[in-house]
């Protein structure tokens, strides 16, 4: 039994560690070991007295702590995307450590300066003056340490914005999974509510008495209704209702489950909205999950919509809609009213996506956008916004 557990609750323990971020921690792993090559490489060819050495040093100290955040035995905590971007902090300042320890020799650092400048060209516009300064590093035949700072201030700006974009879609994620927590603890309210006060506010219609009903009632004078409409529910129907009085009648035939169906249906539809919302989700490269959390944002809000286009309905907010015919009727408008909460959510999805766009990965664009550096004045993220609608 031991064993089995241990096999089983193992293999549960490497799925919780892989369901998130494994991918992209192993490539931050693999950048921590390229890294610590460079720095050993580095300190084997200065001198003993050298003060790169001691630069050398505090970068292995950040690639230390760099390893530590990726190792999630360390901390016993959810491999989330926070520690994706705070082990990148680490190996961005081991890597402004190991640039820096190239004042002492200048001319070394040349071979590197295409990866430097690629850094620098991902996250700087071409109108910033401190990417100017790297390429025109670039062309020069000897270097000097004036060049080396101007390398290094360059690459740590990079880094800075680079850290800011990762922030913003961490920071957009959890947003989203607030707002959509916080629509489907409203949904559940409101379907507990409606369950327990079914009489409170009925989402039912009165439409006129079909000619079949109105026959059937002058054939037996005694069981005629006393009003010339039916009462129609998303989960009943009352043809004769038996009371004068439009309120008593709803609540006669109302049912605890009605709110309960309309937001199941509204809520298919929300699914079957953010379904077909993937053909235009490219995917992404960050450990933050943006496009799950927008589609997870869709269903309470399609649950909702379902519900408040009815209750719209019934109060006579749509012209010519005001008396819906029969409980499928009903069922068919929440479908519509759920699907329709495409309306709301696609500014939503519209910022998500430029979210994305503004963090830069090592995959290429997606088709049709630029990067911030492709035109002589940048783009903004309105304008990508803008693009992609």
Known sequence: MGKWADNHFGRFREWWRERRSWEISEEGRANICKMRALVEARDGSLAENDAGKKLLVAARTELDSAGKLLDFEEHHRKPLGS???????????????????????????????PSLLAVVKEHLSSADERRKSVENVRRHNSLGNADVVMITEAVEAAQAVSLREELRAGSFVRIVWVVA????????????????????????????????????EAETPEAASPVMYEVVCPTGTDPSPPSPDLDVNFEMTAKGRDYFVVEVAGLVAAGLA???????????????????????????????????????????????????????QIIAWAIIFGYSQELFTKFVDRRGQAVLEEVRGPGDPPPGARRRGDSPGGSSPESRAAALT
């Open 181 to 216: 927590g916080f629509l489907l603890v409203l949904a559940l309210s409101i379907g507990a509510l409606s369950a327990a006060w079914p009489k409170a506010v009925p989402l039912c219609f009165n439409p006129p008495k079909s000619m079949e009903a109105r026959a059937a």
């Open 274 to 328: 953010s379904a077909s919302a993937l053909r235009k989700i490219r995917g992404t490269s960050t450990s933050y999950g943006v496009p799950v959390a927008l589609a997870a944002l869709k269903l309470p809000a399609g649950a909702l919509t379902a519900v408040g286009g009815l209750l719209l309905m019934r109060g006579g907010f749509v012209p010519g809609l005001s008396a819906l015919d029969s409980s499928a």
């Open 83 to 113: 520690h994706i971007t705070s082990a990148q902090i680490h190996l961005n300042a081991a890597r402004l450590l190991w640039v820096r320890s190239f004042l002492s020799t200048p001319q070394d650092i040349k071979p590197y300066l």
